[in-house]
């Protein structure tokens, strides 16, 4: 298996780039699912975590084709967040979906190799086919996750652009060559060579780039040519689908080039928040990512 | 509490500046500790791992005042490895330890959130004392942690200059203002006066500024003069006691202003691991603590 040549193929099968971010945000469990007083210290909240995104899991197959769960909303539940963290790997791909574990991890070499080896090698308690990297610690320390992206074919998504308001305090700053963000995207291309596709010419050698950000995309994708975007922001944090599609390109069945993710908007939508019974919370989500999906769907057409 | 004040009244009791970092390599657990085939995924290396990282706590109480475990040597053993690491911050925390959590997290303000919840808020399963972040997504993001610090007394070492062989990669572009790193060190300056110490003037928001570059370190110290600075890559990495030092200033005391860590050559010292039982393991490494305390409280004495 190759991540991006992958993720490609499934991607022109559903026609749209929508990936189902699973942030369980404690304070937005819906009362169906809520028990206890849903504090993180409160033994009975992994429980709930654990149903709810089990039943966001079931809505998924045939939808989309990859989900990111950030690990911190499993981490804030101790040993037991991560010990279910493990079995919504396990769940998301028996329903063949594919994983993308947002980690943002960075460390140097020896310490970045435990990282590789917890979400990365076959085996591993949670088995992700790709990871998000940081990359203010340099290239040397991505080797130990492009090592296994080569060997067990899975993909890495290195920040280059983030959607928070303070990411141009360092992203943004200008260097001879251009701002930080986009001088980051240019050192990585060599990575990036190593890790593309032989179906598709897509790198497994990703990039993350905020959706709000339109031209940034844009400049990136003239450093970076092979790299998959991951394109947070999409729906809660504001940008829409035109904006979000500015570093795609045109591929033999619409725009393509990345992955274009939704959390909040998908998982906790409005109308499931009000739902009374599990029909009607089904409905609310389905419909959630049915609408996300077919705005992606036809921008990508286009 | 505050962490800054209560780390350098401990420092100054001790006369030296030794972090006792954890980052139990596998493949150095030596035979006096081993069971089974000590690979991440074998079930028995949770155990093995926790004796000896008991084994050294128990040598450090009166021979250091912080102990720095790095999460990734815990987390490539999954959710066994996130459970055993709770139980030594707490074992850590019960030997009047402070503990660092060498953990390097930076995410947008939601999820940093998260992360703040785990490790800095009374009550987590691995609540401790400080953590280190990574600087790349912007100053908002640090504020979760910020405000944990805040209210409860903790610290934050912020990533500025890395130990590792590719820290320059980013870190040292040049800028207007400077490199990437200096101009980061400077950024924080405005968050370090929030976390000042009444006791001692020290902020708690610290910065990590690699052993190997000392005269990056004096830079970053006239940019920073009130954040302690952690210093990694002390013995095994390669750098002496006197580059060790080059950012602290002068204190009722000695030289102070920060810690240096020491990971390898205090856990892993030569002696223990050819050591044949508890008595000359625990000489071993008692050895390498004493040496390693003795040199630099010597440099900082003089």
């Not at 959607?163 to 980051?184: A, I, M």
């Not at 959706?211 to 790299?227: F, L, T, W």
């Not at 029909?279 to 990512?289: C, K, L, N, P």
Request: charged share 25%; proline share 6%; net charge negative.
């Amino acid at each position: 298996m190759h991540f991006a040549d992958t993720l490609i193929a499934r991607l022109r099968e559903l026609s749209h780039p929508l990936c189902a971010g699973i942030d369980p945000h404690l304070g937005l469990v819906p009362p169906l699912f809520r028990r206890g007083t849903m504090e993180a210290t409160d033994p009975e909240t992994p429980a709930a975590v654990e149903e709810l995104v089990g039943a966001f899991l079931d809505r998924l197959p045939g939808r989309v084709a990859i989900v990111k769960p950030q690990i911190a909303f499993f981490e804030q539940l101790g040993a037991a967040g991560v010990a279910m963290l493990e079995r919504v790997v396990v769940a998301a791909r028996e329903r063949e979906l594919l994983v993308l574990l947002d980690a943002k991890r960075g460390d140097i070499a020896s310490t970045a190799e435990g990282y590789a080896r917890a979400y990365l090698e076959p085996g591993a308690g949670a088995e992700c086919d790709a990871i998000t990297l940081n990359p203010y610690l340099g290239r040397d320390t991505l080797e130990p996750f492009v090592l296994r992206a080569e060997s067990f074919g899975r993909g890495l998504f290195v920040l280059v652009k983030t959607s928070n308001p303070g990411s141009g305090d360092l992203q943004d700053l200008e260097l001879k060559d251009g701002p930080v963000y986009e001088v980051v995207a240019g050192g990585l291309a060599q990575l990036a060579e190593r890790l593309v596709g032989p179906a598709t010419g897509w790198s497994s050698l990703g990039l993350v780039v905020g959706g709000i950000y339109p031209e940034q995309q844009e400049r990136v994708r003239e450093r970076a040519p092979k790299s998959l975007f991951l394109v947070p922001g999409y729906g809660a944090q504001g940008g829409g689908a035109a904006d979000a599609l500015r570093g795609f390109v045109a591929g033999p069945s619409g725009l393509e080039g990345g992955i274009v993710n939704s959390s909040r908007g998908l998982m906790f939508p409005e109308a499931a928040a009000r739902a009374e019974d599990a029909a009607s919370w089904e409905r609310a989500v389905d419909g959630a990512i049915d609408r996300a999906a077919g705005e992606l769907g036809e921008a990508v057409a286009r």
